[in-house]
Structure formats: C-alpha cells, structure tokens
C-alpha cells in the first residue's frame, strides 16, 4: 500500500500529480499546475532577478501553427486550447504540461514560451518566468534540439540552480560529460520537491559515473542486511492480502514481522516518540502512513521492506535477497526513481537516515505534497542523489550501496491480483 511509482514524465507538474503547500503561508494553494521547487526558492531571491516580459524572445511563429487545429497531435492538449484559444498564462501552461506528459516535446517548449509571453513579470504571478523558461529549455532538449546559449544566459539571471541544472543536463545528453554535467549541476536538486523529475534525472547521471560514487572508500566488516522481512496493513486485510502474508510468512530463513495500524503507531512512540507517531496518525492515506513507518522500522531494525501487494517470486528471489552484498540495496523503476515498495538496508543506513530528514521536512512544510514525492520514492531518490553529490566532492560513503534497475527488480518481485484496488480509495487520489 505504499505509494507506488507510477510517476508521470513531467518537467512541470499537474495539479493532479501534486498540490503544494507553501512554507510561508502554509494553507493549500488554489488547483493550479505547480512546478518542481516553486515554493522552496519562496522567500530567497539571492540567485533570481525578476525582470518584466522584454526580456523574452519574440513569440515564434511555429506557436501561431501550433494553436488550434495542428493540435490534433494530442486531443486532450487541443480541447484545453479551446477553453480560452490560449489566451491566459494559466491555459497555455496547462496545455504544455499535457503535451510534455505525453512526450510532444517540441510542442510543450512552444506554448512554455507562449506562456512566458503572456507573463506580467510580477514575482507574484504563478508559474515564475524562470519555472516556466527551465521547463522550456528541458523540452527543447528532449526534443533533440539544442539550446541558445542566449536562453540559458537568461535563466541564470533568473535562476542560478534552474540554469546549472539545465547547463548539466546538456552536457550528459549532448556530450555525455557524466562527471561534469553532475559537478555543474552541483545541489540543485534542491530547488525541486524531493522526486521530481530533477531528482530521477540526476540520478540516472549519477549512476553511471565510473568509478561508482556510491562506493566507499572502505566497507564496515560484518555488516550485512538482516534476513528479516517487514510487510503493513493498517487493519482487516482483504483476502488475497492475508493470503500473501500467510505465503510470506513460511519462507525459509526469512522471518516475518507484519505491522497494523495499532501496531505501527505504539511501536513509533516506543521507539522514536511522540512527534513520530503523531505525524504516523496525520498520514491522509494508507499507503502514506506505510511509506513513513518503513523508513522507521528498517533504520532501526534493518532488512528487507515489502509491500503487501507484492511478492517474493520465488527460492531463487529469497536466496539473492539472503545473500545480497550490499548493506544497502535499491532497486530504481524504469524512469529513474527509487522503488521504495522493495528495498533493504543495515540498521543505521546513511542513505535512510538522509531519507528521513527528507520526509520529516515534507511532512511540517508540506504536509499536502503529492504522496509519492512527500513520503514514498522521493525521499530516497533524493538521499542517493545528495550520496553522489558529497561523494563527488570527496565525502564518499561510508556503507555500500547497490542500485539495481526494474529489470532485476522483477527477477526478485512479482505483482499478483489485488481485487481491492477497485474498492478502496487509490492513494494517486489524495
């Protein structure tokens, strides 16, 4: 019941993937697209000059093509055009986040910089020029196409971390300078909500760095994950869930421990106090409050995290998750994030550690962030990249960590049918 990571391929986020809660005023906003980090540069202008919408290049005309009819290359974008012919920045900004969701990249970047167009340049108005010119340079680079240096000297007077974001990216897709593009990117996964798209981006560039940052200089001796398996269910599992905690609880050298709601919520104030378990009963949704506890549970216990709609497929699958090496073990889903419905780790990771701080930070500046950012694969995408990010600059780590890709995920894990998803509220809802 974990938030799984069926996560959208934005450079702007959807107000149905994610509404964000501001720090400053910490109300909801209004059913807006948002896009990554809008709300953490609030308040520190020290990179960002707000200038009015001179400072754009003039609108192209492939825009003026795009408008109307030619958008019969995605209906849903076409029928959004039509709510108001393009007129707003609101509806041109929802029209590119639809077509950059469905990889009409090109198109996405023309109605961005239709939207910068319709701007005011009021540091008030939202989406940011600078939100709205980053996701626009990262369009035309999916795309295939390069940038104008013009553009991304722009975005830096902007926006320093969105322009040595964007610089970085270019020179791993473009130049494949893995090693470069990471130290020009440096810690600009900041600006963005932990499980963005920066965060599945720069990982992915980070992963293949040789050699490996995420090895340590030297390994702990003795320490292994230990051959232990945590599974939740907050109360009255349906049946085909207790058939799989039945299944899982007879594998050989594999002991089971399954926590309830109850359950979970005296072992967080026995172990780590009142504020955890108080935040564990603020959860909005199962899979929310099963994303905070097993971040609890395996840095005080260590082992293996599995999700109850999940299943170890088989003795070959126990037997690699016994004898895994690695004391910390991930596995990353097809498009970059972390699978945090699967994974092990020792007791005291350094890599759950920085995932926990993530969480707690989400949890009292954005208690309605998008679930999967706010608790689930985000945190941990984020505690691998800021690893790769000191390891770069010589603060290697000290525990070993292994990333595995969807393709050995599913070696190990097997979905299996879950009638209770049609029945019960699905967590992508909240």
């Known amino acids: 019941m974990s938030s799984k990571n069926h996560i959208k391929n934005f450079g702007a986020t959807d107000s149905s993937v994610s509404e964000i809660e501001t720090p400053q005023e910490g109300i909801m906003n209004s059913p807006q697209n948002l896009f990554p980090g809008e709300e953490a540069t609030e308040g520190d202008t020290s990179s960002i000059a707000f200038q009015n919408e001179s400072f ?136 963005f909500h932990t499980g963005e798209e920066a965060d599945w981006q720069i990982l992915q560039i980070a992963k293949r760095i040789e050699p490996s940052l995420f090895t340590p200089d030297r390994q702990e001796e003795g320490k292994r994950i230990p051959s232990a398996l945590y599974m939740y269910w907050d109360n009255n599992p349906p049946p085909e869930i207790q058939n799989n905690f039945d299944l ?116 009292y500046l954005f208690p309605n962030l998008y679930i999967a950012f706010k608790t689930g694969p985000g945190p941990l995408t984020r505690a691998l990249n800021r690893t790769a990010h000191k390891s770069l600059n010589g603060l290697r780590p000290t525990q070993t960590i292994a990333i595995y890709d969807q393709h050995d995920f599913k070696k190990i894990i097997e979905e299996f049918d879950t009638p209770y998803k049609h029945s019960l509220p699905n967590w992508q809802n909240v």
């Not at 939202?126 to 680079?141: A, D, E, M, N």
């Not at 419905?341 to 550690?353: M, Q």
Request: net charge negative; with cysteine; glycine share 6%.
């Open 56 to 191: 754009l290049p003039p609108m192209p005309t492939a825009v003026a093509a795009l408008a109307g009819a030619d958008l019969n290359c995605d209906l849903d974008a076409r029928q959004a055009f039509l709510e108001d012919g393009g007129s707003t920045v609101s509806t041109c900004f929802r029209v590119a986040n639809i077509l950059h969701t469905h990889a009409h990249f090109s198109e996405a970047a023309a109605f961005y910089l239709r939207s910068m167009q319709l701007h005011s340049g009021n540091p008030t108005e939202f989406p940011s020029v600078y939100t709205l010119l980053q996701v626009r340079l990262l369009c035309l680079l999916k795309s295939g196409q390069d940038i104008a240096d013009e553009e991304l000297e722009r975005l830096r007077s902007l926006h320093i971390p969105y322009a040595n974001y964007i610089s970085g990216i270019r020179l791993a897709w473009r130049q494949n300078n893995l090693r470069g593009a990471l130290e020009k990117i440096g810690s600009a996964y900041d600006e």
């Open 248 to 363: 899982h609880s007879t594998l050989p050298g594999m002991p089971l421990k399954i926590f309830n709601k109850d359950e979970a919520q005296e072992w967080l104030y026995d172990i780590y106090g009142v504020e955890a378990r108080n935040l564990f009963l603020q959860m909005r949704h199962p899979a929310e409050a099963a994303d905070f506890l097993r971040l609890h549970v395996t840095q005080t216990l260590g082992g293996w995290w599995l999700d109850a709609d999940l299943r170890v497929s088989g003795s070959v699958a126990l037997k690699k998750m016994i004898s895994e090496p690695a004391q910390n073990a991930f596995f990353l889903t097809d498009n970059g994030m972390v699978h945090n419905d699967f994974y092990g780790t020792v007791p005291n990771s350094e890599i759950v550690s920085d995932a926990l701080l993530s969480v707690y930070r989400n949890c």
